[in-house]
């Protein structure tokens, strides 16, 4: 099974519009940590945002926020004012523990493609 | 620079023959990661390195691939006997392996093999 699931493989915004990339994710580790990132044509991966599985609040990052539904088990990226410099791959990823003293991999979606529009 | 460096930034090899790809970490990153992203498989782990421990290997795809890091900073991924299907992007990423646990990623390795 799929531990990190991203339905929308391209979406169009118009610029200055609020956008949500979708993400939902499978875990039975109660321990985790949910990244997103940009992946503009360059290829390079930028980081946005993070949510930790026992953060009681959304993250926020200017103007990047995270809706985090735990009991659905979503991590929704949600950008606002989009911009014409937003137009890149984004994904979605997991890590499964909690992160402190030790390494671990990220899972990843397979990515939404937004485009902004003028 | 600040952010992790991979270099070559683009390798053309013919099947066959051996690569080696590098990547520099952020200064005082214990955690050190490699990923393929490829048309077909979308991102995937390879290998990570924390510190003196023994490195995760379990996402190596073949015998053929390795790695090491010396001195806990500089990585190279060494890929023996090259083929077509090793095509892909190789990114590299290191983490302080605390809290967040951050990964940075550097801008990659792309890899072609005729």
């Known amino acids: 099974a799929q531990k990190i699931t991203q339905t929308q493989p391209g979406m169009f915004v118009q610029e200055k519009e609020a956008v949500t990339l979708d993400c939902t994710y499978d875990t039975s580790d109660p321990s985790y940590g949910l990244f997103w990132y940009k992946q503009p044509s360059s290829g390079e991966m930028i980081f946005l945002i993070y949510?930790?599985?026992?953060?009681?609040q959304n993250a926020t990052e200017g103007r990047y926020s995270l809706n985090f539904q735990k009991a659905r088990k979503s991590a929704n990226l949600v950008i606002s004012a989009s911009q014409l410099g937003d137009s890149a791959m984004y994904f979605c990823?997991?890590?499964?523990?909690?992160?402190?003293?030790?390494?671990?991999?990220?899972?990843f979606g397979t990515g939404t493609r937004l485009q902004v529009t003028l | 620079g600040a952010g992790v460096s991979q270099s070559p930034s683009n390798k053309v090899t013919e099947k066959g023959k051996d690569v080696e790809l590098r990547c520099d970490p952020i200064?005082?990153?214990?955690?050190l990661y490699w990923y393929r992203q490829s048309l077909g498989q979308g991102l995937e782990f390879l290998i990570y390195f924390q510190g003196n421990s023994a490195p995760d290997k379990s996402g190596l795809p073949s015998d053929r691939f390795s790695a090491e890091r010396t001195g806990g900073s500089v990585s190279t991924l060494t890929i023996q006997r090259t083929q077509q299907e090793d095509s892909a992007v190789y990114l590299c990423?290191?983490?302080?392996?605390?809290?967040?646990?951050?990964?940075?990623f550097g801008a990659g390795t792309r890899l072609s093999v005729l």
């Open positions: 990823a997991m890590r499964e523990g909690s992160g402190a003293g030790t390494a671990s991999k990220l899972t």
């Open positions: 990423a290191s983490s302080l392996a605390w809290r967040k646990n951050i990964q940075y």
């Open positions: 200064s005082g990153h214990t955690a």
């Open positions: 949510q930790g599985s026992y953060d009681q």
